[in-house]
């Protein structure tokens, strides 16, 4: 089956640094690309969709300065997280549509997602 | 805006016992509907999921979800659980023709041995 991966699926750092997590699907090409944040014990919140080329969709609340996502090819999107405070440590998960996929079988596939830890 | 509503947030179980976790969504028009499974330590993975057709959709490892549009439920139910069925379960739906996901805020099961 389709594999998205994520890198680094762990990440400590002080505050005020900026950290970049990737994305990216393995065995397809994705033209669409999400990011979700996961609170413990909560659901996934959509914070962007990232399309190939052109940029990101942002959610209502999310900021789009300190959340930047570029999907600059058909297999990676990267999600950096600028300036970051210990308030944006949370659980970082993308997923990613297959651009050959029919629609009637249209599924995204997560990747394992990435913990940020702001000290 | 369409919400999904999963109103089991921990479920406990023994083996061998049935399983039946609600989800309930608001939206009048055309939806897809999904159930993820996210097992302790890894990532979400797609239990089952209904576009169309039969309403009563079998997914993996003995799961199956029944959809009543009356009632705007997607539920998901399996009828004899393992221990290794120990997850975390979301409940998501796309509609009105988006393929963006509307997710439920999951429902926790432990299934004792």
């Known amino acids: 089956g389709a594999v998205v991966s994520q890198h680094p699926s762990r990440v400590i750092c002080k505050s005020g640094t900026s950290v970049k997590i990737e994305c990216r699907s393995l065995?397809?090409?994705?033209?669409?690309m999400f990011w979700y944040r996961q609170f413990p014990k909560q659901s996934l919140m959509l914070m962007a969709t990232?399309?190939?080329?052109?940029?990101?969709?942002?959610e209502q609340g999310v900021e789009k300065d300190k959340f930047l996502i570029n999907h600059a090819s058909l297999t990676l999107s990267t999600l950096t997280v600028t300036s970051a405070h210990p308030e944006d440590s949370s659980f970082y998960i993308c997923?990613?549509?297959?651009?050959?996929?029919?629609?009637?079988?249209?599924?995204?596939?997560f990747g394992p997602g990435t913990r940020l830890t702001v000290l | 805006a369409q919400s999904v509503s999963q109103h089991n947030h921990h479920v406990i179980l023994s083996e061998a016992a049935s399983l039946e976790l609600g989800c309930n969504y608001s939206?009048?028009?055309?939806?897809?509907l999904f159930w993820y499974v996210q097992y302790p330590g890894q990532h979400l993975q797609l239990l089952l999921k209904?576009?169309?057709?039969?309403?009563l959709v079998k997914g993996i490892k003995g799961f199956e979800a029944e959809f009543i549009k009356s009632k705007f439920s997607f539920n998901l139910r399996k009828p004899s659980v393992q221990w290794s069925d120990t997850a975390e379960y979301f409940c998501?739906?796309?509609?009105?023709?988006?393929?963006?996901?509307?997710f439920g805020r999951g429902t926790s099961l432990i299934v004792h041995p």
């Open positions: 990232s399309n190939e080329g052109s940029k990101a969709t942002y």
């Open positions: 939206y009048g028009g055309t939806v897809n």
């Open positions: 209904y576009f169309s057709g039969d309403p």
């Open positions: 998501a739906v796309n509609a009105g023709g988006s393929y963006i996901p509307t």
């Open positions: 997923s990613a549509r297959d651009r050959g996929a029919p629609v009637s079988t249209d599924t995204q596939y």
């Open positions: 065995d397809f090409q994705a033209t669409t």
